[in-house]
Nanobody
């Protein structure tokens, strides 16, 4: 089993920043991509960002390009999401996900392992 634990969520004013972290443990697989998704109340879960195993490839949703940055820690089992210039529409529960290939895919179906989520609230 793979366990993913997110942290770093909270309440921030519009224009502010937050850094989310996700730690993977258990039966982790080398060579996998990791991603961040989010779900706002009453909306479907949507892709935010993903990163390949080597960190050489990243993929971002258009809505966060230029504001968010995904990265991996040195151990490869930790992934971060630096969120800058936050907007009220970024308010959502943010989920970390682990894939089983190295491709930073934007489809949630490519990620069989998910964390419990962390709440991000951006006030106007």
């Amino acid at each position: 089993q793979v366990q993913l634990v997110e942290s770093g969520g909270g309440l921030v004013q519009a224009g502010g920043s937050l850094r989310l972290s996700c730690a993977a443990s258990g039966r982790t697989f080398s060579g996998y991509a990791m991603g961040w998704f989010r779900q706002a109340p009453g909306k479907e879960r949507e892709f935010v960002a993903a990163i390949s195993w080597s960190s050489g490839n990243t993929n971002y949703a258009n809505s966060v390009k230029g504001r968010f940055a995904i990265s991996r820690g040195n151990t490869k089992n930790t992934v971060y999401l630096q969120m800058n210039s936050l907007k009220p529409e970024d308010t959502a529960v943010y989920y970390c996900a682990q894939g089983t290939t190295s491709v930073p895919d934007g489809s949630s179906s490519s990620y069989p392992y998910w964390g419990q989520g962390t709440q991000v609230t951006v006030s106007s």
